[in-house]
C-alpha cells in the first residue's frame, strides 16, 4: 500500500518553463511535507518543506501548493534551469518517520 | 554538506553472508536513520535511532539489525544477505524528532549475488 502517490513518473520540460509534480496522501496524520532533490550518485537533498497549516510556501524559482481538504500537494519549479534535471520526492512525516513518494525524473531541456 | 559519511561506498558480497554499513556523522545530531532506495519505491525507512542504544523499526526492518553506540556511528547489520536486499542504502541524520529536516548521506550501493 502506497501511502504517498507521487506523479508524473518523468517530465520534460523546456528551458524558462513551469515544472509540476503532484502528491496525494491518504494518513490524515502526516504533519509535515518535504521535498527532496537527488542528483545520480549522491543522496536526496532538502528543497523545500511545508506544514499543513500553511496552503504555500515559495522559495526562489520552488513553491509547495498544499491542499489539506483534498489531501494534495504539489511541488512547482518556475523558470526551470537545465541544471534542475534530477529526480525529486515528496515525502509525508508522521513523528518524524518520512513516508517517501516513488519519485519523478525530471529532464530541463536547453 | 551536512557531516554524514557512508561507508562503504560500494559493496558486492555474497548470499547469505553478513553485511554491515555504517554511517558516521560530525553534526552530534540525536536522530539517524536507515533507508533503502530501490526503483518504484523511493526511500524506505528501514530502522531509526533516537539516541545511543535506542533504536526502532521502521517500514521494511526485516532481515536487518541496527546498533548505536555512539553518538556520532549508526551501523546497519545484514545478518545473513539475500539478493532481495540489493539496494541504494542512505543514512540520514536529524536534529530533532519529530517534523524537523533530516538530511541525508551520500548512499551505500549493496549488490548480493
Known amino acids: 500500500q502506497q501511502q504517498v502517490k507521487q506523479s508524473p513518473q518523468s517530465l520534460i520540460v523546456q528551458k524558462g518553463g513551469i515544472s509540476i509534480i503532484n502528491c496525494a496522501y491518504e494518513n490524515t496524520a502526516f504533519d509535515y511535507f518535504p521535498w527532496y532533490q537527488q542528483f545520480p550518485g549522491k543522496g536526496p537533498a532538502l528543497l523545500i518543506a511545508?506544514?499543513?497549516?500553511?496552503s504555500e510556501k515559495k522559495e526562489g524559482r520552488f513553491t509547495i501548493s498544499f491542499n489539506k481538504s483534498a489531501k494534495q500537494f504539489s511541488l512547482h519549479i518556475m523558470d526551470s534551469q537545465p541544471g534542475d534535471s534530477a529526480t525529486y520526492f515528496c515525502a509525508a512525516s508522521e513523528g518524524g518517520k518520512l513516508i517517501f513518494g516513488q519519485g519523478t525524473e525530471l529532464s530541463v531541456k536547453p | 554538506d551536512a557531516g554524514i559519511t557512508q561507508s562503504p561506498r560500494h559493496k558486492v558480497t555474497e548470499t547469505g553472508t553478513p553485511v554491515t554499513l555504517r554511517c558516521h556523522q560530525t553534526?552530534?545530531?540525536?536522530?539517524m536513520y536507515w533507508y533503502r532506495q530501490d526503483p518504484g519505491h523511493g526511500l524506505r525507512l528501514i530502522h531509526y535511532?533516537?539516541?545511543?542504544?535506542?533504536?526502532d523499526k521502521g517500514e521494511v526492518s526485516d532481515g536487518y539489525s541496527v546498533s548505536r553506540s555512539k553518538t556520532e556511528d549508526f551501523l546497519l547489520t545484514l545478518e545473513s544477505a539475500t539478493s532481495s536486499q540489493t539496494s541504494v542504502y542512505f543514512c540520514?541524520?536529524?536534529?530533532?524528532?519529530?517534523?524537523?529536516?533530516?538530511?541525508f548521506g551520500d548512499g551505500t550501493r549493496l549488490s548480493i549475488l
Open positions: 535511532s533516537y539516541g545511543v542504544k535506542d533504536t
Open positions: 553534526e552530534n545530531h540525536r536522530y
Open positions: 511545508i506544514r499543513p497549516d500553511v
Open positions: 540520514a541524520i536529524s536534529d530533532s524528532g519529530g517534523n524537523q529536516p533530516q538530511h
